[in-house]
């Protein structure tokens, strides 16, 4: 018996998420800017007729993305690009007929301040304003969400479902413009600098006591192929959280400390002591308990991940630089 080979296509496949999934599905179609801008309104749609290639499935992860800085700093453009990807791409595939996609939201899309006294859960992602910081990218992929509903609803042969990770880190990350990455690539590039210049401490933006739950880009691209190959249905709201369990989650100012220690660098120093606006949320808190009734799946521990992130890191940035020098 022959066995069907799944065609899939995969938005955003030479960032952080995309890279990961190509790592075990090297045999799927992955696309960037290069071939496609999905920012501008029929672009996809004309490359999916171009390409004449009947896809099973599209993984959506392209977007304008960023960490806490530029959402704050950026919220228009945020709002705008992401809005404009996120329309194209789901219309064209709904155009086209793809019965399955796997679009991407993220846990700071989520109200802020309603994990106050429980952990958020997939049913509340409409329930209330985002943080103010990212307003603009959160509206965005709300709109996401809701698109996808609206054709799952009207019509019974797709699934259009959406993940929801927590802070995702690992190779492949934004190492290349540290002022507008997430804090892992962010502290990464900034310790690999301080180490070039013997200095002993780590300075860290806000007051390093933010809440946040981290999951290792491999983890999260198992859990979109598994979901996938095996058809797995999230479920009536077509959304599923990913992240470690509502306890497993740590400060800044943690973080920073297996970051510097990857680097031999002993001193953490926040620049406030108090909550200030460069803090951003407080915290996002999810449950995963859907994860664990779909997957059984053990995440890699923030300690081993980061170990090997740093230790790839190494290897692909600072190892080429000797090579060259
Ligand atoms: P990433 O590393 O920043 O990669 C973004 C990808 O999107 C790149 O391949 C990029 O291609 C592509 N892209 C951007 N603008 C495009 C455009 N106009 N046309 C076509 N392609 C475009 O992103 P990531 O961290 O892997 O994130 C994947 C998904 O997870 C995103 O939807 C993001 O919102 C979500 N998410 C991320 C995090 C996180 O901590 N990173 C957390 C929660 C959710 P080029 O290289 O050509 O620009
Ligand atoms: P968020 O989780 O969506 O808020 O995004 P980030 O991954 O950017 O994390 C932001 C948190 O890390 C905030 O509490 C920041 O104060 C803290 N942080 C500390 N230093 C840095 C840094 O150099 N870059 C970034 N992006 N965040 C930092």
Not at 60 to 79: D, P, Q, S
Not at 225 to 230: A, E, K, L, R, S
Not at 264 to 290: L, M, Y
Request: hydrophobic content about 35%.
């Amino acid at each position: 018996m022959v066995s069907y080979k799944m065609k899939v296509l995969v938005t955003g496949g030479t960032g952080l998420v995309g890279n990961a999934i190509r790592t075990i599905k090297p045999e799927w179609t992955y696309i960037n800017s290069s071939h496609c801008d999905l920012s501008v309104y029929g672009s996809f749609d004309k490359f999916l007729k171009d390409l004449n290639i009947q896809f099973d499935a599209v993984i959506h992860l392209a977007a304008n993305v960023g960490g806490l800085f530029k959402n704050m700093n950026h919220k228009v453009k945020m709002f705008e690009q992401n809005l404009l990807m996120n329309m194209n791409v789901v219309e064209a595939c709904r155009r086209h007929n793809i019965p399955r996609m796997i679009c991407c939201l993220s846990t700071c899309v989520f109200p802020d301040g309603l994990d106050s006294d429980n952990p958020m859960t997939e049913s509340d992602l409409h329930k209330g304003e985002p943080h103010d910081s990212n307003f603009g990218y959160a509206y965005a992929k709300r709109i996401l969400d809701v698109h996808c509903r609206l054709i799952n609803e009207s019509d019974p042969t797709k699934r259009y479902q959406s993940i929801i990770p927590c802070n995702i880190y690992g190779p492949h990350d934004n190492f290349q413009d540290p002022e507008n990455a997430h804090v892992v690539p962010a502290l990464i590039t900034k310790c690999a600098a301080l180490k070039e210049l013997d200095c002993n401490t780590l300075n860290i933006k806000g007051s390093g006591n933010p809440m946040r739950q981290f999951i290792y880009s491999a983890d999260l691209a198992h859990i979109i192929v598994d979901t996938v190959v095996n058809d797995l249905d999230f479920g009536p709201d077509a959304r599923l959280i990913c992240a470690p369990e509502p306890h497993v989650e740590y400060s800044i100012k943690h973080v920073a400390g297996l970051i510097a220690k990857q680097f031999d660098i002993d001193n953490v120093v926040p620049e406030n002591n108090t909550e200030s606006i460069n803090d951003g949320q407080k915290s996002k808190t999810c449950s995963n308990a859907r994860l664990h009734e779909l997957f059984d799946i053990t995440l890699t521990s923030l300690e081993d991940g980061i170990e090997t992130t740093c230790n790839w890191y190494k290897v692909a940035y600072l190892y080429s630089k000797f090579q060259r020098s």
